[in-house]
């Protein structure tokens, strides 16, 4: 027998769909489709992958809402009012 004469059952692994996500270089991923999904394994088609449901990348602290931002304007003109009214107190 030859070396690599073998006959192997590699037909379902060659008819399988590809990946086709974009690699680094600009080609398309060969890597065989996680099955039932469009990528393979290492682009998205293995479980808990992805973005998280709901959106939640996009959530905010609320440190910079317009409600935080007035909020911290009106405390700065207080305390530039009240370092004057120090001032007026000041003895020298």
């Known amino acids: 027998m030859m070396v690599g004469s ?7 692994m ?32 293995a479980s808990g992958s992805g ?3 709901g959106n939640r990348n996009a959530l ?8 935080m931002n007035a909020f911290r304007e009106e405390l700065r003109e207080i305390v530039q009012e009240t370092r004057e009214l120090l001032k007026t107190f000041e003895v020298s």
Do not use: D, L, Y
């Open 6 to 12: 073998h006959p192997r059952n590699t037909a379902g």
């Open 60 to 67: 905010k602290t609320g440190a910079h809402t317009a409600e």
């Open 14 to 45: 060659r008819e399988s769909p590809r990946c086709g996500a974009k690699t680094r270089t600009g080609g398309p991923c060969q890597a065989p489709a996680v099955s039932g999904k469009a990528r393979c394994r290492m682009h998205g088609g």
């Open 51 to 53: 973005a998280p449901k």
